[in-house]
């Protein structure tokens, strides 16, 4: 079966989506793994274990499904994940840990 030359563009788009997923999840993993258990409390978000379970599966999830077909909606969910780890989380995190600025 070969695939149509207009799709193969597209399917080359999709594959680097996918390979820029994994180090985004894996980079999120990572910064939670790294940071103080009690700065997550301080933050006022779930503690540091549920976010590296969340970012730990995130990750898995990533590099084991694809953004197109059957595991579609699993990849955007461990997509999801890890983009509100990154935007959310990570900067209350930071700014907790950083102290008051003056």
């Known amino acids: 079966?070969?695939?149509p030359s207009a799709l193969v563009p597209q399917m080359w788009i999709i594959f680097a989506i996918?390979?820029?997923g994994i180090p985004t999840g894996l980079f999120a993993f990572v910064h939670a793994l790294s940071q103080r258990?009690?700065?997550?409390?301080?933050a006022d978000k779930l503690s540091?274990?549920?976010w590296l379970g969340?970012?730990?599966g995130a990750t898995a999830v990533l590099a084991l499904f694809q953004p197109s077909?059957?595991?579609a909606l699993f990849w955007i969910a461990?997509?999801?994940a890890s983009l509100v780890y990154l935007v959310d989380v990570k900067p209350r995190i930071?700014?907790?840990q950083r102290g008051p600025r003056w």
């Open 69 to 71: 077909g059957t595991g």
């Open 54 to 56: 969340i970012t730990g």
């Open 48 to 50: 540091k274990n549920a």
């Open 78 to 80: 461990g997509l999801v």
């Open 37 to 42: 258990a009690d700065a997550f409390v301080a």
């Open 18 to 20: 996918w390979l820029a």
């Open 94 to 96: 930071t700014d907790v």
């Open 1 to 3: 079966m070969s695939v």
